[in-house]
């Protein structure tokens, strides 16, 4: 057995241990990291409602109810209760999976963000997916071309589209889409039930509104990297042994050069999960932005806390995949 | 791998083309009808501003803006009564009739008979009762007790009832065909705990579907009391809140008619995309409220100071494009329409002057405008703060509040100096006399007169329209002189649709009756 065989069978053999020691630690971790999350996110998500003036109960009764009935409601549904013993009664029913029922519509929060849930996600998703098949091929290309006209072309829209906020591209895109060529409609939405071409009918002009403001970032960023990535030995190396333009930035270039792009795309992931309120409104979507933005205004306390819940949960598990996908792209990240 | 992104790939440019190459939904439609009476048929499609959140109990119609639960309520329970939203003339509908005795102490309200909700259950005077009793019932909480404070209910038989008022009235009539017109089903609200989000009536249509923020859809009531009534298959409410977006899904055919909203500048908008507009023009409509109350606006100078100091003209032109200056607090066509227009032309030295002279009392007119964060308020507050700023001794800060807070704010605590609200006139009872009597129910600024409460009140218990009018004058001059309130804007109820919608008659603030509604062939 030589040295280098000796070596490699002691580091097999210590490999598997530790790496599952490790990965313990890691899931041990996290999951603590969540639970804090989780708890400072949503006491903060009580507390800012609770800065918010107006009480539930003069909301739910209106203008002409007397102080008397005010103050009944608001004893009936603890509101008149001090914020922490508030926060730990809904802390105890959350953990039991009950995350009580709207004050305003009486249906049970849950039951509600199950039925948003979906829409929302397949927008994030798709106007996701739209802006990275735009902005992958597109980047690559044009770093593998620096300074050329299409470099400079899509980078210049790419200028454009971010400095134009998603309202006025939505507003756009239905004007051309729906209004003037009629091919799309200007608003609403069909679930998958109702089949999946017209589903897309329905999703596809506020999914491009998404990811014409999305692409512009992760166009730029992935440009940027894989113009230093072109910059390295190996691809040099790899350009002198005669392999193909298109096989080395395919293979070798595009993998080292999507960290930061991930990264970003997570991130937008939550973003647009949690924040798509200006499209979802636009478009008559019924999805958690809309939802959100009936129930900030109406305190409706609860479902203001069930929406923080499922962004901040949505959150933290984005970024674990996100670990997770860098140690697929790069073997070493599995060692550390 | 490869092959995997590539299966990939192509499935979703495949599912993007089936997309593009996928058609709306057609709406089924009746046969032609060439002498344009009414077909049965069809399918209509109409957009609302926003969703009934917390469901469709009547004892929570908190105000009856069409965009909103007045026009989903009028399809599932129908009316007993309704008041022309342009006149104000009430017309009987569930109800028989609706006649006060001559003092207006009593009214006896007559059913139809043979009427049932869609539970089975009969509509009956039993049923009007309990819906009215439960208005009452503090227990309920409901925003409309005050209109039936004091009163009593005597059953005569199954279809009669008598009304006893604490105080005369002789105008009631139009208080029950606004906002005491909608009656459920006693069985569906004593045993279905969540009985505002399953409503029972006896309306035209039955609930069967309601996704909320997406649609609600309603089917015909084979059992409806007209015989051939509703024409319509069925009606689907979709809520959209941006309200061009509202006329787009109309123009583009993916709806039959919309609510637009406050704003009169979407009717030429409207128009202009080929659209058919049924609209119903009041007195009446957005007017800035002064906190009398309340420094700078207790003093009758420095309102004054502010009604000379504006443009109306200008302000319409500016906020809402398309509308006009109101020259009364009464419709062009009413009877109650001065021969002379209670317009106040501009005096922008005059308004300096008082200016001047509050300073010099130690009364400089500083305030704050509290409004909603909508586009006619937000814009009518820019407006205000830019063209008050241009003379000396003012100063004019602006205070967006969200709904909740301006309900709080303002229509609770009255803890405002100058904020808006909007107050359709059809007959001026109830809304005039509501908005202007001492205590009244919108009179959120705090004003009273007893001239002004004398005068609502001899009209309020007159029949003679001679009478009402001299009345009704007497206090629009008072209104004019002392400013409690400052009328910006004419007030229209309108309704966007297709040509092929038919049969739109608006009623209360502009929604529509639902039994008459019916679709032409395209």
Known sequence: MTVLQRERARVSNIRPRSHTLHRLRSIGGRA???????????????????????????????????????????????????????????????????????????????????????????????????????????????????????????????????????????????????????????????????????????????????????????????????????????????????????????????RPSSFSLITVAAVAFGRLLAGSVVVESLFALPGLGSLALQSIPAKDIPMIQGIVVLVAVTYVLINAVVDATYALLDPRMRRI | MRTSRRIAAAALAAAMIAGLSACAPESSSPSASPDGEPVAGGDATIILGIEAVRGLDPAFLFNLTPSGDANRMSAIYDVLFWSDAKTGEVTPQLGESLEPNDDGTEWTLTLNEGITFTDGTPLDAEAVVFNYERIQDPATGSPLAGLLEGASFTVADDTSLTIALPEPNLQFDRVLATSLTHIASPTAIENDADFANNPVGAGPFVLEEWVRDDHMTLVRNEDYFKEGEPYLDSITFTPIKDPTQRINTVSTGQAHAAVPGSELSFKESATGSGLEVTSAPTGGGPLLMFNVENAPFDDVRARKAVQLALDINDLTAVVDPGSSAPESFYAPDSAFFPSESMFVQPDKDAAQELFDELAADGKAVSFAITMPASGFFTRTAEYLQSRLSQFDNVSVTIDTVDNATLDERVFRNRDYQLSAQIVPVGDPEPNFAKLLQTGGQTNYMGYSNPEVDAALESARNSTDEGERGDAYATVEQIIVDEVPVLLVRNQEAYTVHATALNGLTLHGDGSLLYDRLWLAAP
């Open chain 1, 32 to 254: 603590l990291h969540l639970v804090a999350v989780l708890v400072l996110v949503t006491l903060a998500g009580t507390a800012l409602t609770d800065l918010m003036p107006g009480s539930p109960a003069s909301i739910i009764l209106g203008p002409t109810a007397s102080d008397e009935a005010i103050a009944a409601l608001n004893a009936e549904y603890g509101y008149d209760q001090p914020l922490l013993l508030r926060y730990l009664q809904w802390l105890g029913n959350a953990i039991t999976g009950d995350l009580g029922v709207s004050i305003q519509s009486n249906q049970p929060v849950v039951e509600v963000l199950l039925q948003r849930l979906p829409v929302t996600l397949e927008l994030t998703v798709l106007a996701l997916l739209l802006s990275l098949a735009i902005a992958i091929p597109a980047a690559v290309y044009a770093a593998s071309r620096e300074n050329s006209m299409f470099d400079r072309i899509v980078s210049g829209l790419a200028s454009g589209f971010m400095s134009v906020p998603v309202f006025v591209i939505g507003v756009l895109l239905v004007y051309v889409l729906g209004v003037a060529t009629r091919w799309f409609p200007v608003a609403g939405w069909a679930p998958l039930s109702s089949g999946l071409a017209e589903n897309l009918h329905f999703v596809f002009v506020p999914v491009l509104a998404l990811a014409l403001g999305e692409f512009p970032a992760f166009y730029r960023l992935l440009r940027s990297d894989v113009i230093s990535t072109l910059r390295e030995d190996f691809v040099q190396t790899a350009t002198v042994r005669g392999m193909p333009r298109g096989y080395i930035l395919r293979r070798h270039v595009l």
